[in-house]
């Protein structure tokens, strides 16, 4: 292929990248344009977050007494009351606070937030959340302080069966034989409860009297104090697992309705009971300290310009030709650095965007090394020459790779920042300049081929 083709090619290739990385790719969606590649995931330091502060509730409750001092329901002739708090100090526990904040943390995790940062004071039980702000976080502090206690009540009102019975939960759905779609909660008990769903099976059923009047006996499923619904049973449960209907349709819509508050019960049930009443004292949402408002980030912005403008001269100034096309090198590098880091799904941090400033002056110096060689190089060693400084100068950055890798798989997000966007740039940037850079700096020059 003719050199100037070949170079015309990629030139294209860049622009095309470039086009895609800064502005986007918009297809026809209903009345609107939608850019079907995705926005940049921002951490909670550059997007603003959610304070949430959480602790055991301090209010009090009515109990009542009879004249000779048992507890009744209302209050009794001669009797007496007082105010008693609902959570008694034998729950309020540093055990009982930690048990709260796992459970809290297990919550935040099973609607897929795992950006978070947590803090516990064992004193008072005090618990302060700091979560992202977007479209669940006002779902997600519902289910921060949210007890997550499931009861199974007679007409009465008395517990036969609790949270505390439950080994496993979890929903699903199935085709009837109408042509309905049901959904269900599958309860399993635990050992120990076993015989009692048997009794309760066996004894709130459907049933008339001699007389033909109904005497079907149900039970109250309740969560958290509100009622999910009346069961009657119609078989005998022997071997401890419930499966509790929802409802059934054939609407798409309802039924994805149904599986919505199902998996909401499971993610407030499966990880346990929080041990104590739980009050919210802060839900606020605190802004970044870089938003564009406050000037840091469009200073920051017009430094970096400024930087790799200055570097870019230079580039131009000492290798003319060679500079120029390094230049284009390295814009395409970043614009394809960006495009696969956003269809990644990488979340961009300070210490991400630190790293991205880190992949641009390695991939710098790569090309000033890249140019500095050819610029000294034989015509007839030209390729050669390219071919080994590349290889030494990949095997210099061999240890970035590795830090890469070795902070990808860390616990903290702003690490796995770091570490994913270098593992990525420095893959790309192994790739791209094998077969971009290589090739427009083997064509700058129709002698040094």
Known sequence: MDRRLKITLIILLIIL?????????????ANFMENIIPEYKLGMDLRGYRAVTLSPSNETETVYYDKDGNVVEEAAEDGTSEQVPINGE???????????????????????????????????????????????????????????????????????????????????????????????????MKEDAIQKLKEISNTYVASTNEEGEDTTKSVSVKIDGSELQTHTFENEITDGVWELSLGESTNTSTINAYLNQGATIVILLEDGTIPYEVQLDQNRFIKSDLSLEDGIIPAIVIGAVLLIAIAFIVLIVRYKKIG????????????????????????????????????????????????????????????????????????VLVPTMIIGVVFSFATWLPAISFGTIVFWGMFISAIYNAVITRCLFLNSNKNKV
């Open 90 to 188: 034998d729950v309020l526990t540093k055990d009982n606070y930690n048990k709260a904040k796992d459970i809290m943390e297990a919550r935040l995790k099973a609607l897929g937030i795992e950006e978070y940062i947590t803090r516990l004071n064992e004193n008072s039980g005090e618990i302060t959340f700091y979560i992202p702000e977007d479209d669940m976080t006002d779902m997600a502090t519902q289910f921060l302080y949210s007890r997550g206690m499931m009861t199974v009540e007679d007409e009465d009102g008395q517990v036969l069966l609790d949270s505390s019975n439950l080994k496993d939960i979890s929903v699903g759905y199935r085709t009837l034989n109408t042509g309905y779609t049901e959904v269900y909660l599958t309860l399993e």
């Open 17 to 29: 990248l470039s086009m895609i990385s800064f502005a986007g790719i918009f297809v026809q969606n």
């Open 324 to 395: 120029l096309f390094g230049i284009i090198s390295f814009i395409g590098y970043i614009a394809l650095l960006l495009i696969v880091l956003r269809l990644t799904n990488v979340v961009f941090t300070i210490e991400g965007i630190a790293g991205i400033v880190l992949l641009g002056i390695l991939n710098y110096i790569l090309l000033v090394y890249l140019s500095e060689r050819l610029k000294k190089a034989d015509v007839a060693d030209y390729k050669n020459t390219f071919n080994k400084s590349f290889v030494q100068i990949l095997l």
